[in-house]
């Protein structure tokens, strides 16, 4: 930190005149060299109530708040001179409100604590001397900085505040009544902390950081009065009172209330940022399902660094925000092209099973993999005829983690869990489920995780929680009602995190991430169709069948599914997926791919409609009464489903390819995609507010 910057944010009136000359709102105020000045001062600010505080003072030293009458000012003007070296004193109206105090690590606000004064409660039994010394009992107080919490010691002004509320130390405080022992909320006082970093505004957050950079400091601790800290400062009539270049950390590390705050690690990063890398960083994701939205999410994430970010998909190979290569592109030769393309600075690669197989890899080495699930697909071909055959083959990207990377396993599915013991490189684990035994049992040893917990996408590592955002205001979630896709933000941010992310681009990120056919082609895709609404996505096997049905099974009106398969599939899977579809849909229409990847015409179809007749015939009441139809060609079917779909409705996709299945979409001139705003999601049913979190994974 530069030495102006600090001696700035010492000189408290100097820094209070250049906040105010940048718009920045601070409290009206004067400064004064001797006692005759005093009265002239106080009616400059606009009379009582006044704070008077040291020009150069810290830690709460010398200041008195609250002060209505000249007796008082005339005590507290030689309080404050005292604790002055120049003997220049600051006299300021005085801010009714809460005390924040906000700590800004190298432009980033990193925590944020309310801070509230010494102050005992009331038992009806006992004096407020004895109400002090049960506080100052508690072993986490200690002398002056010894401990989390500083004892509670009694003075002049503790006695004077007393008596301003009617006590004296031998009072007996009524029963639940506050009594406070000091003006000031310092910790270093007594006062208490109170975490309030996610009830932050984003306004605010602007300003602060702002405000930390008009002044110069890599550490800030800006102290706020305002009646609550998540509406901007300016509807509030909130003020900042001080610039402190040397902030307390523990009000933060160790609050009374609250989330425990990393503060250290953002200082940690910022004295030493990691290095530059020598090779270009590779972060490679496979899986059953889920590996293009959350390839295409890293990617995404990677972009707020300002780094060219290359990626491969089943979409086709990107660099940039341009499409290099279009096709389904998750093997070694488009790895190949995005690894030796001169302008990539970190690569993010979908693997597949097929590549894998025919010609491994395309890396010797990763920074990052990630595993997502393994549910039965494509099996039966390859030599891969099992589920556990299938989790080996997928093993093989993690294995091929280096020693100081990571290793990002699914916690929640047992097949990938297993994985970890063939892993040389560290190991992350994400999980819907907040008391996952094996997340408890990682994080207690320092382990990094990334769980949904009260609604929030969080990291863990070792004790500390950061959260990073609420399901609801990330898109991708469908306001927070697509568990499958909580579950592929998970494993993309903690990916992220464990390639050196900061939460804050992690969070930006997800906020402008969309299920859309611009970022998420053939994933989820909601449209307005007007009377009713048509969603596209890629489902193609039971696993992500099952996904798909834990948010359609709570659409309201009638749901209409149009269905298939490809055809290198078991034929006990195709029966599988007929049954799911009579679980979800009202009424079916089954087509056929045009590449039925050897089988005769007719065949696949037929072995989804046995299943749905299956299905059929386990329903009772009106489930029972699901109506399906045979219709090959896929124009025809999704057509037939659009022409038909009765107000209020869903028509379900899934079509072979995206391109042809969107094109019969916007020839009707769809409204809007509701994914851009997951708020609109709300509109769909109350009733999905009952939607439970699942384990299985889809994107």
Same mark, same amino acid.
């Given at each position: ?30 400064? #004064? ?5 005093? %009265? ?5 600010? @606009? ?14 030293r010398g200041i008195t708040i609250d002060i209505n009458s000249w007796e008082v000012a005339e005590e507290a003007y030689d309080l404050a001179s005292a ?24 432009? %980033? ?20 001397? $004895? ?10 107080? @200690? ?16 006695? +004077?505040?007393?008596?301003? %509320? ?89 609050p009374s209330q609250g989330l425990p705050r990393n503060v250290a690690g953002a200082v940690f990063d910022m004295l030493f940022p990691s290095p530059q ?26 972009? %707020? ?13 990107? #660099? ?20 030796? +393309?001169?302008?990539? &600075? ?34 039966? #071909? @390859? ?5 556990? $055959? ?7 990207? !993690?294995? =091929? ?6 290793? !990002? ?79 592929? *933000?998970? *494993? ?13 681009? #992690?969070?930006?990120?997800? =906020?402008?991430?969309?299920? =859309?056919?611009?970022?998420?082609? /053939? ?54 997926? @007929? ?20 089988? &005769?015409?007719? !065949? ?6 046995? /299943?749905? *007749?299956?299905?059929?015939? *386990? ?9 399906? &139809?045979?219709?090959? +060609? ?52 109350? =009733? ?12």
């Amino acid at each position: 930190t530069g030495v102006l910057g600090v001696e700035l944010a010492c000189d408290k009136e100097g820094t209070k005149n250049i906040l105010g000359a940048a718009g920045v709102p601070v409290p009206r105020g004067t400064v #004064i060299h001797y006692l005759d000045e005093l %009265q002239g001062a106080i009616e400059d600010v @606009g009379g009582f109530p006044i704070v008077l505080k040291p020009l150069d003072g810290n830690h709460g030293r010398g200041i008195t708040i609250d002060i209505n009458s000249w007796e008082v000012a005339e005590e507290a003007y030689d309080l404050a001179s005292a604790a002055s070296k120049t003997k220049s004193i600051i006299v300021e109206r005085y801010y009714t409100g809460r005390d924040h105090r906000v700590l800004v690590v190298n432009g %980033q606000v990193v925590a944020v604590a309310e801070r509230v004064p010494a102050n005992v409660v009331g038992n009806g039994r006992d004096t407020v001397e $004895q109400l002090v010394a049960e506080v100052n009992r508690d072993p986490q107080r @200690g002398d002056g900085h010894d401990n989390v919490l500083t004892r509670i010691t009694i003075d002049k002004l503790t006695l +004077d505040l007393l008596q301003k %509320q009617g006590y004296t130390m031998d009072s007996v405080v009524p029963a639940g009544e506050r009594v406070f022992l000091r003006a000031t909320a310092n910790l270093s006082t007594g006062g208490i902390a109170v975490d309030r970093t996610d009830e932050i505004h984003p306004e605010n957050v602007w300003l602060f950081s702002r405000v930390a950079k008009i002044i110069g400091l890599d550490i800030a601790g800006i102290d706020v009065v305002t009646d609550d800290i998540s509406v901007p400062l300016r509807d509030t009539n909130g003020v900042i009172v001080e610039v402190n270049a040397a902030p307390g950390f523990r009000m933060h590390v160790a609050p009374s209330q609250g989330l425990p705050r990393n503060v250290a690690g953002a200082v940690f990063d910022m004295l030493f940022p990691s290095p530059q890398h020598s090779r270009v960083p590779i972060l490679a994701v496979t899986g059953t399902n889920g590996k293009t939205t959350t390839t295409r999410l890293l990617a995404h994430i990677l972009k %707020q660094t300002g780094q060219i970010t290359g990626y491969t998909t089943t979409d086709g190979t990107y #660099i940039g925000d341009y499409l290099v290569e279009s096709g389904d592109n998750t093997g070694p030769q488009s790895a190949h092209l995005i690894l030796s +393309d001169p302008t990539v &600075e970190v690569a993010v690669l979908e693997t597949a099973r097929g590549g894998i197989l025919r010609s491994g890899l395309g890396f010797n080495q990763c920074d990052v993999g990630v595993v997502l699930n393994v549910a039965a697909d494509h099996l039966g #071909i @390859g030599d891969i005829d099992t589920v556990e $055959q299938l989790a080996k083959l997928k093993s093989v990207l !993690v294995e =091929s983690v280096m020693p100081k990377g990571y290793a !990002v396993l699914n916690a929640d599915d047992p097949l990938v869990a297993q994985m970890a013991p063939r892993v040389k490189a560290q190991i992350a684990y994400f999980s819907m489920n907040p008391e996952n035994e094996l997340i408890v049992k990682h994080t207690a040893a320092g382990g990094l995780a990334a769980i949904y917990e009260n609604g929030y996408l969080s990291i863990l590592k070792g004790d500390w929680t950061l959260r990073i955002e609420q399901a609801v205001n990330v898109p991708l979630t469908m306001g927070g009602r697509a568990p499958f896709m909580i579950a592929n *933000a998970l *494993a993309a941010c903690l990916a992220a995190f464990a390639q050196g992310l900061k939460i804050e681009d #992690i969070r930006a990120a997800l =906020s402008s991430f969309q299920a =859309s056919v611009d970022q998420t082609p /053939g994933r989820m895709n909601l449209f307005n169709l007007g009377s009713y609404h048509a969603l596209l996505d890629y489902a193609h096997n039971p696993h992500s069948y099952q996904a798909l049905g834990c948010f359609v099974q709570n659409w309201p009106g009638m749901r209409i599914g149009v269905v298939g398969a490809p055809g290198d599939r078991r034929d006990e899977d195709f029966v599988t997926l @007929g049954q799911l579809s009579a679980e979800m849909f009202d009424r079916i229409i089954v087509k056929e791919d045009i590449d039925r990847r050897g089988r &005769e015409p007719g !065949v696949v179809a037929k072995l989804i409609c046995q /299943g749905i *007749a299956d299905g059929i015939s *386990a329903r009772t009441g009106d489930r029972s009464k699901v109506q399906y &139809e045979l219709i090959l +060609d896929e124009i025809t079917a999704v057509n037939k489903a659009l022409d038909e779909a009765p107000a209020g409705s869903l028509v379900v996709i899934l079509p072979e390819g995206v391109t042809k299945a969107l094109g019969l979409i916007e020839a009707r001139k769809p409204i809007q995609e509701l994914a851009v705003n997951p708020s609109n999601v709300d509109r769909i049913s109350e =009733s999905q507010n009952s939607l439970k979190p699942t384990v299985v994974n889809q994107g």
